[in-house]
T-cell receptor
Framework: GAVVSQHPSRVICKSGTSVKIECRSL??????MFWYRQFPKKSLMLMAT?????????EQGVEKDKFLINHASLTLSTLTVTSAHPEDSSFYIC?????????FGSGTRLTVV | DAKTTQPNSMESNEEEPVHLPCNHS???????IHWYRQLPSQGPEYVIH???SNVNNRMASLAIAEDRKSSTLILHRATLRDAAVYYC??????????FGAGTILRVKS
């Protein structure tokens, strides 16, 4: 089946620095990818829809200048958390649409110290 | 986005069937009903989806009410590996998936 690879699986960064998370579709092309964040014991919250070759569409309340999304190819979308702060610590998950539905990455645990 | 109502949690014994209900009374006529599950610290995993007819696959069965305002995910023989949060998500094909709170399924050995 379709596979979505997310990297890194865990990252710790200092407050004020930026962190990039990669999401790759390994065996299919994904014109559309989705980024979610999840706090402990909470459900997934959709942050944005990433469209290949065009600007991402952000959900209400999500700061587009803080969460930069780039979908430069049909197999790669990146999420950059800029000027990270401890409140950005969360579990970030990407998803890609394939022919059979939606496949999710294994998630990235971001800890900002 | 259609709103969903699922039990906060359910418990099952190993090797027994589990019926996970979901109400989605505001579902639109073109929305599919997607079911995903999530184990701790992992991304969601596809379980099953359907539109109008009941569906079966190797993981589960999906029973959809005739008026489509509710559905039930059926795990025929629960195992410890089925313990997870189960999400019922109505949505159009190709549209974003908006997750609700889901149902925490606990399986007792």
């Amino acid at each position: 089946g379709a596979v979505v690879s997310q990297h890194p699986s865990r990252v710790i960064c200092k407050s004020g620095t930026s962190v990039k998370i990669e999401c790759r579709s390994l065996d299919f092309q994904a014109t559309t990818m989705f980024w979610y964040r999840q706090f402990p014991k909470k459900s997934l919250m959709l942050m944005a829809t990433s469209n290949e070759g065009s600007k991402a569409t952000y959900e209400q309340g999500v700061e587009k200048d803080k969460f930069l999304i780039n979908h430069a190819s049909l197999t790669l979308s990146t999420l950059t958390v800029t000027s990270a702060h401890p409140e950005d610590s969360s579990f970030y998950i990407c998803s890609a649409e394939d022919r059979a539905g939606y496949t999710f990455g294994s998630g990235t645990r971001l800890t900002v110290v | 986005d259609a709103k969903t109502t699922q039990p906060n949690s359910m418990e099952s014994n190993e090797e027994e069937p589990v019926h996970l209900p979901c109400n989605h009374s505001t579902i639109s006529g073109t929305d599919y009903i997607h079911w995903y599950r999530q184990l701790p610290s992992q991304g969601p995993e596809y379980v099953i989806h359907g539109l109008t007819s009941n569906v079966n696959n190797r993981m589960a069965s999906l029973a959809i009410a005739e008026d489509r305002k509710s559905s039930t995910l059926i795990l025929h023989r629960a195992t410890l590996r089925d313990a997870a949060v189960y999400y019922c998500i109505p949505g159009g094909w190709g549209n974003k998936l908006v997750f609700g709170a889901g149902t925490i399924l606990r399986v007792k050995s």
